[in-house]
């Protein structure tokens, strides 16, 4: 397995992501790894929600104040009953929303355990479903969602 540390890069196909890149991927992310990834609107910069080293560094990497929680990926509208609560009129909505480029800010879940560096101090978190195959293959390897922060500053410029 390769270090969390070590720069690697791992071409993916956008359409039938290779399942062997997927899976080294996921392994990276289990491990501690942060990843560039591609969504439907922009490239992001995740990790493992339950990787707190991880995290931080994505932190770092942003240079965003902790106070402000990232938001996560799940991989379909079941996935986000597991960490959020959803009411019947957000139900609807989101049914007809995702997958796409939408956050939808929710009280989170008590039926698991959402790290709370990703949670706001009014207990919501902010939830996609993307529109991209490679995100969905490497959440459902995965097995649990994904940190996900735009590969941006603070400026909306792209990073360096």
């Not at 560096?117 to 009014?122: F, L």
């Amino acid at each position: 397995m390769t270090e969390p540390n070590r720069a690697m890069t791992l071409p993916v196909h956008p359409v039938n992501p290779q399942g062997r890149h997927i899976s080294l991927a996921a392994g990276l992310l289990r491990s501690g790894g942060v990843i560039i990834y591609p969504t439907d609107t922009v490239y992001g910069l995740g990790c493992s929600i339950f990787h707190a080293g991880a995290i931080e560094r994505v932190y770092r990497i942003k240079r965003q104040d902790r106070t402000k929680p990232f938001s996560f990926l799940c991989s379909d509208l079941s996935h986000i009953s597991e960490y959020a609560v959803v009411s019947n009129e957000a139900f609807r909505l989101m049914k007809r929303l995702i997958p796409g480029p939408y956050t939808f800010l929710l009280p989170a879940s008590r039926m698991k355990q959402v790290p709370r560096s990703i949670m706001s101090k009014r207990k919501t978190v902010g939830i996609r479903v993307p529109d991209n195959r490679v995100c969905e293959a490497l959440i459902r390897e995965l097995g649990h969602p994904l940190l996900s922060a735009s590969v941006t500053d603070e400026s909306g410029e792209i990073m360096n």
